[in-house]
């Protein structure tokens, strides 16, 4: 069965980094485009980046700060965020999609369970 495990979440302060992974298992993730999105509370979940066959991409709001990479190898995949504001706080996601490189989370298959991430002022 497939599934994907985030990890690294935790609360640090504003400037501050942490670096999420995301551990896929059940299947090969080596030609699935791999996204992160985030939700913060009361708001819609929203793409942050994702990183597949036409490149990697990011929201405006995480450009310059925030790097997605993936070691195919151990089907994991990887977020960066440095430089950390408070408006980066929300619960992050790992997703997988099979066919779509995209921002929308529909055109995701899999999608993990989330860990959160706090940044104080």
């Known amino acids: 069965q497939e599934q994907l495990v985030e990890s690294g979440g935790g609360l640090v302060q504003a400037g501050g980094s942490l670096r999420l992974s995301c551990a896929a298992s059940g299947r090969s993730f080596s030609t699935y485009v791999m996204g992160w999105f985030r939700q913060a509370p009361g708001k819609e979940r929203e793409f942050v980046a994702r990183?597949?066959?036409?490149?990697?991409y990011y929201a405006d709001s995480v450009k310059g700060r925030f790097t997605i990479s993936r070691d195919n190898a151990k089907n994991t995949v990887y977020l960066q965020m440095n430089s950390l504001k408070p408006e980066d706080t929300a619960i992050y996601y790992c997703?997988?999609?099979?066919?779509?490189?995209?921002?929308?989370?529909?055109?995701?298959?899999?999608w993990g369970q989330g860990t959160q991430v706090t940044v104080s002022s």
């Open positions: 990183s597949g066959w036409s490149g990697t």
């Open positions: 997703a997988a999609s099979s066919l779509f490189s995209s921002d929308l989370n529909n055109k995701y298959d899999y």
